[in-house]
């Protein structure tokens, strides 16, 4: 099932939560929303599953315009934050309830239903567990039973909403992991709302950031992280170092830092933001060239694979992040308080509603 959201917008109160946003959703993708708390990410799953009405704009579920339709005929699957399992339910009857609920016309068997759940439980890796309580599970085994139940009934579409916020870092670990595998032998169309970047870009085939009600930019992993769209997106993806500077004349003039691009000849005067993330900043004792500015070592973080280090600029005084490989960084062997030449080996300038 494709799912197309076009042109949406929705108001509470005089306050616009999302702003004319348009996604395409091929059938079978897994696709993260990802961004700031209250950019909009859960108003627009509510909205796609029917919870809640558009004030503008439509859904289109395999082409056909489904906005009105109610949220039991759109046949998706849920799993939210909290497990909200019945907590009275063993977990082989929280699995089956959406089948047990059925009219009697479309219910399965007793031994159909049966059947179904077995494989669920084993689908989601809880053999043994079918007459435990919700209270005799880790946080991770409910939400795979929360995961088992929604999918029991055999969804069109599976709407994720921080499944795994809850819990804590290893497990939310393990169980992306274990998403991504489930997802790749069913191939449900799935959307997942989350703030956590490193989930979004390990889970999902592509990613939709979005900022204040809009979107930003959608792309796979790959191509949000290495080609960020704005300056917005450079920022929420990892660390990056931002130079401050004009650009005159064709080239950006960041402090003591010239950058220029065949683009940037283009682009009359007007304040730029040079965006280098600390894996693109390389480190040299001599000068070189007026791409590179001088920086005093503060800090070196030499534990683990990548080396991180912190200078100061000479020019402005700022702080930088640069990251080495221990190799590179045992053949420079820098010291702290040393002073090195700083230059980017990858950067992108943006300048007001230019970018470079
Ligand atoms: N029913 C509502 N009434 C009024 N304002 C609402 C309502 N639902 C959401 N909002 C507002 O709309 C904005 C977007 O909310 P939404 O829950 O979609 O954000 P989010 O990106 O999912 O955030 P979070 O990650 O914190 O859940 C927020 O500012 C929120 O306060």
Known sequence: MSIEVRNITKTFGGFTALKDVSVNIPTGELIALLGPSGCGKTSLLRIIAGLETPDGGSIHFNGADTTRH????RKVGFVFQHYALFKH???????????QVRPRKTRPTREEIAAKVHELIRLVQLEGMAQRYP???????????????????????????EPFGALDARVRQELRRWLRRLHDELHITSV??????????????RVVIMNAGQVEQ??????????????????FLGNVNLFHG???????????????????????????????????LELERNYSNSSSVEASIRHIHAVGPV?????????TFEILEAELTKDVYQKLAPQVGEKVFVRPRKYRVFVDDYQI
Do not use: C, W
């Open 307 to 315: 080396v991180r280090i912190e200078l100061e600029r000479g020019d």
């Open 246 to 280: 004009r650009v005159n004349q064709g080239q950006a003039k960041l402090g003591e830092m010239e950058l220029s691009t065949p683009e940037l000849a283009a682009v009359p005067d007007r304040p730029a933001v040079g965006y280098v993330r600390p894996h693109d």
């Open 135 to 161: 209270s005799q599970l880790s946080g991770g085994q409910r939400q795979r039973v929360a995961l088992a139940r929604a999918l029991a009934v055999e969804p069109q579409v599976l709407l994720l909403d």
């Open 192 to 205: 997942f709302v989350t703030h956590d970047q490193e989930e979004a870009l390990e889970v999902a085939d």
């Open 89 to 99: 339910m063993t977990v082989f009857d929280n699995i089956a309830f959406g089948l």
């Open 70 to 73: 109610e949220v039991r005929e």
């Open 218 to 235: 959608a792309g796979t992993p790959e191509e949000v992280y290495d080609h960020p769209a704005t300056p917005f997106v450079y920022n």
